[in-house]
């Protein structure tokens, strides 16, 4: 069980570092990265502090307090997934709407374009 909870506490520390570097670097926007942040420190808290890990194990009815650490991990990354899901969404919605109001711009530049063109000369 110890192995574990210590392999857990690196792998959160070692997100912690890559998060801040990605931030730094400005790979990843600081709103996004608060929830990798989160729920990296929350992992970090849980494998730290084995009498919280053995109450989260026993509420959840579950006897081996590792396997509610695994339990705990899925379901904070199945959330971080899902916000960036509805982020993703939002900003596809925001991009096809972009893309048409661009589409209309450059069909009203033509218009204009066309009613301002000179008449051709006829021979």
Known sequence: MDRLLNVVS????????????????????????????????????LSLSGSSLDRLAGFLGITYPPLALVLVMACIFLVVLYRFSIIISELKDSNIALAQRVAILQYQLESLHEEHRPPAETR
Do not use: K, Q
Request: proline share 0%.
């Open 10 to 45: 690196v792998l959160s520390a070692i997100l912690v570092v890559m998060v801040l570097a990605s931030v730094r670097r400005a790979h990843i926007r600081v709103e996004y990265s608060v929830s990798w942040l989160g729920a990296a420190v929350a992992l970090f808290v």
